[in-house]
């Protein structure tokens, strides 16, 4: 499968209507900070990280994470490790997603 990778001007309300994202999807993330750059040069990949979609509601997706620290939604508190995060809070963070 052909794997794409979609610049970081979009929105999940603009990936929704043209791509069927559901549960169980897996979305790769490259990032831009010192951790991620170094995962990318080890692994010789241009993805750093990656998260499955967990639900869809309303328009907001929301994934499921491994991350040194990051803010868990459902918790409303920052968790180590395995996290909830919606989509549209980890575009931020990211130089392209696919």
């Given amino acids: 499968m052909k794997s794409t990778i979609t610049p970081l ?3 999940p309300a603009d990936i929704l209507p043209n791509k ?10 490259s990032g831009v900070d010192i951790v991620s750059r170094l995962i990318q040069f080890v ?16 328009g ?13 939604y459902k918790q409303q508190k920052l968790v180590e ?12 963070g990211a130089s392209s997603i696919g």
Avoid: W
């Fill in 20 to 29: 069927a994202i559901k549960p169980g999807d897996v979305i790769v993330f």
């Fill in 9 to 11: 001007n979009i929105t």
């Fill in 60 to 72: 907001q997706i929301f994934i499921a994470e491994s991350t040194l620290s990051g803010l868990d």
């Fill in 81 to 92: 490790g395995v996290q909830i995060a919606a989509l549209s809070n980890r575009i931020t």
């Fill in 43 to 58: 692994t010789r990949s241009p993805y750093s990280h990656v998260a499955i979609v967990i639900s869809v509601e309303k």
